[in-house]
């Protein structure tokens, strides 16, 4: 196994690793939408699911990929409401064959944000 970590992903906070490379798949842990830079997390929930995929993809690119890599995606919502705004960003971030995917409402995310998100890659 390799780690993979990157300072254009929001760091751990906590005793597990932004992202494993294991023979060739790549398990990103999930990504919530913190700028990595200045630590902020954006109003709204197309900001913050357009700052949790770009975490995502530049973890995946740290590592060597692109988001064409992904095979699995598990997106957490908090409010299953915003699935379709959701939606939205998420096909800006994939294209055909997309990965296979899992989204599901959960009571409450890190830092009470409006989503989190999971990728599988092989690379």
């Known amino acids: 196994m390799k780690q993979i970590s990157t300072d254009k992903a929001?760091?751990?906070?906590?005793?597990?690793?932004?992202?494993?490379?294991?023979?060739?798949?790549?398990?990103?842990s999930g990504q919530i939408p913190?700028?990595?830079e200045t630590g902020v997390i954006p109003d709204g929930v197309a900001a913050?699911?357009?700052?949790?995929?770009?975490?995502?993809?530049?973890?995946?690119?740290a590592a060597g990929g692109s988001m064409d890599n992904v095979v699995k995606t598990s997106v957490f919502i908090k409010n299953m409401d915003d699935f379709a705004a959701i939606n939205e960003i998420?096909?800006?971030?994939?294209?055909?064959?997309?990965?296979?995917?899992?989204?599901?409402?959960?009571?409450?995310l890190p830092k009470d944000v409006l989503?989190?998100?999971e990728a599988i890659a092989e690379l």
């Open 10 to 28: 929001p760091a751990a906070i906590g005793p597990y690793s932004q992202a494993i490379v294991c023979k060739n798949m790549l398990f990103c």
């Open 34 to 36: 913190v700028n990595p």
């Open 48 to 61: 913050q699911a357009e700052q949790a995929f770009s975490n995502v993809k530049n973890l995946i690119q």
């Open 90 to 108: 998420y096909a800006k971030y994939f294209t055909e064959p997309f990965p296979a995917r899992s989204c599901v409402e959960v009571a409450r």
């Open 115 to 117: 989503l989190e998100v």
